[in-house]
């Protein structure tokens, strides 16, 4: 059982940065891919970023460019460094981590996780 925390999100302008956290109760080097999701009200979960075990990453097309994803396995926290950003970037956001399970799907096209956090609240005004 792993336990996912994210933090660091909060209100900024448009135009502003912020850098999401996920801290992992667990090991992450065994993870074969973790990544970000957000969602905002009315609108479906998106998969931001993810982040394959070998370090291959890939973005939505919304935000390629502007985030990037990285990992820290000392420290088991996965990053989501956010820049530009827009109104429409708001949401809630939540990390998400495997552990095997669907081995034939690629991390870049993974919808579905072993465990995913509680997320954290990005508002971005305009």
């Known amino acids: 059982q792993v336990t996912l925390v994210e933090s660091g999100g909060g209100s900024v302008q448009t135009g502003g940065s912020l850098r999401l956290s996920c801290a992992a109760s667990?090991?992450?080097?065994?993870?074969?891919?973790m990544a970000w999701f957000r969602q905002a009200p009315g609108k479906d979960l998106l998969r931001v970023a993810s982040i394959a075990s070998d370090g291959t990453t890939a973005y939505a097309t919304a935000v390629k460019g502007r985030f990037t994803i990285s990992k820290d396995n000392r420290k088991k926290t996965l990053y989501l460094q956010m820049t530009t950003l827009k109104p429409e970037d708001a949401a809630v956001y939540y990390c998400a981590a495997n552990y095997g399970s669907d081995p034939y799907i690629p991390c870049a096209h993974k919808a579905d996780f072993d465990y995913r956090g509680q997320g954290t609240q990005v508002d971005v005004s305009s």
């Open positions: 667990g090991d992450i080097t065994s993870s074969d891919c």
